[in-house]
């Protein structure tokens, strides 16, 4: 993948959002309103879509950067499920997706499908088959993987301040690569659609969008953010 501008900030932004919730985590030591399952499945979405960082070289970026998003995420993990007083604070009871059943076996059986349809696979050992199958498992899994974080803090309704600014980048890193694609397709030569990864891009953006808007709206009027109420 060419690098880019908008590539870049996309990046910048998703790492700014790592180090948010990573700080969050340190300085608060609480868990109260993120979700441990959203960031389970984050950690499946890279150990899946990075399975060629020992067997295939890009950049000494590309490396640096699937590591970076592999043992960070594993960390926030660990810190969630194990660390003291952190482990402590997080309450199960508000964060009940089944990411099983409603994200990672949906989302392996239509990147399966996909996979068939496609023929991405023709003409490809067994290992490369599979790995281009976890990788647009990935794909699928990663448009959803908010989901479980969303709903959290809809039942808080009260959301803390860098909760709030790690979902806004993580929503904005998202979003800079719907810009990215856009830009590679003007003016990359050669540059190949891939039609799965736009629908999925576009489909986790607008997830974030009901979110966005009750933090722009927050951040002008300079008060606590919070989420209506469902009616």
């Known amino acids: 993948m060419s690098m880019n501008i908008f590539r870049l900030c996309g990046d910048m932004s998703h790492v700014f959002s790592i180090i948010v919730?990573?700080?969050?985590?340190?300085?608060?030591?609480?868990?109260?309103?993120?979700?441990?399952?959203?960031?389970?499945?984050?950690?499946?979405?890279?150990?899946t879509r990075y399975t060629d960082l020992f067997t295939t070289y890009y950049s000494l970026y590309n490396s640096v950067m699937?590591?970076?998003?592999?043992?960070?995420?594993?960390?926030?993990?660990?810190?969630?499920?194990?660390r003291e007083p952190i482990c402590s604070t997080y309450d199960k009871s508000q964060d009940t997706f089944r990411h099983l059943e409603f994200a990672v076996l949906p989302c392996f059986a239509?990147?399966?499908l996909t996979h068939l349809i496609s023929g991405e696979g023709a003409g490809l050992d067994l290992f490369k088959n599979v790995q281009e199958l976890l990788w647009m498992f990935s794909i699928y899994?990663?448009?959803?993987?908010?989901?479980?974080?969303?709903?959290?803090?809809?039942?808080?309704?009260?959301?803390?301040?860098?909760?709030?600014?790690?979902?806004?980048?993580?929503?904005?890193?998202?979003?800079?690569?719907?810009?990215?694609?856009?830009?590679?397709?003007?003016?990359?030569?050669?540059?190949?659609?891939?039609?799965?990864?736009?629908?999925?891009?576009?489909?986790?953006?607008?997830?974030?969008?009901?979110?966005?808007?009750?933090?722009?709206?927050?951040?002008?009027?300079?008060?606590?953010?919070?989420?209506?109420?469902?009616?």
């Not at 699937?66 to 499920?81: D, E, F, Q, W």
């Not at 986790?204 to 009027?221: C, E, I």
């Open 21 to 47: 919730l990573l700080l969050r985590l340190r300085v608060a030591k609480n868990a109260s309103g993120i979700s441990l399952r959203t960031h389970e499945l984050f950690l499946v979405v890279f150990l």
């Open 66 to 82: 699937k590591v970076l998003y592999i043992a960070s995420t594993a960390s926030i993990v660990y810190a969630i499920r194990a």
């Open 110 to 112: 239509l990147a399966t």
């Open 141 to 231: 899994l990663e448009a959803v993987a908010i989901l479980p974080q969303l709903i959290v803090l809809q039942r808080y309704r009260e959301v803390e301040n860098l909760t709030g600014n790690y979902i806004f980048f993580m929503g904005a890193y998202r979003a800079l690569y719907i810009v990215n694609w856009v830009y590679r397709a003007y003016f990359e030569p050669g540059y190949r659609h891939h039609y799965v990864v736009y629908f999925c891009g576009v489909l986790q953006t607008a997830l974030y969008v009901d979110f966005f808007y009750y933090y722009v709206v927050s951040k002008r009027r300079g008060g606590r953010f919070s989420l209506p109420t469902q009616s």
